[in-house]
């Protein structure tokens, strides 16, 4: 049984950091391009930041380039996003998800095989 269970949420002021981390186990992650969206109500989940599956392509928002990274541990089965300077527009649930042997990373949520079940972040005063 695949799971991925995201954590590291919660409340952050604006311009703090947070990591928000998650775990992955039923399947080999070093086969899969790993990726970080977020939703907010009434929007469509939107891509944040993506790693191919060995690790030598990264992608990210706009609206995140040079405040968030991606990183991966494939011998944890572990995919990580450092969010810095932080903004109340980034509020939002954090998914991660998994897309199989992928060289490029995938920016579409429906090129995604499997998905966690989310962590809040909100970042407010």
């Known amino acids: 049984q695949v799971q991925l269970v995201e954590s590291g949420g919660g409340l952050v002021q604006p311009g703090g950091s947070l990591r928000v981390s998650c775990e992955v186990s039923g399947l080999a992650l070093s086969k899969y391009a790993m990726g970080w969206f977020r939703q907010v109500p009434g929007k469509e989940r939107e891509f944040v930041a993506g790693v191919n599956w060995i690790s030598t392509r990264t992608h990210y928002a706009d609206s995140v380039k040079g405040r968030f990274t991606i990183s991966r541990d494939n011998g944890k089965n572990t995919l990580a996003l450092q969010m810095d300077s932080l903004k109340p527009d980034d509020t939002a649930v954090y998914y991660c998800?998994?897309?199989?042997?992928?060289?490029?990373?995938?920016?579409?949520?429906?090129?995604?095989?499997?998905w966690g079940l989310g962590t809040q972040v909100t970042v407010s005063s």
């Open positions: 998800a998994a897309a199989w042997d992928r060289v490029l990373v995938p920016t579409a949520p429906g090129e995604y095989n499997y």
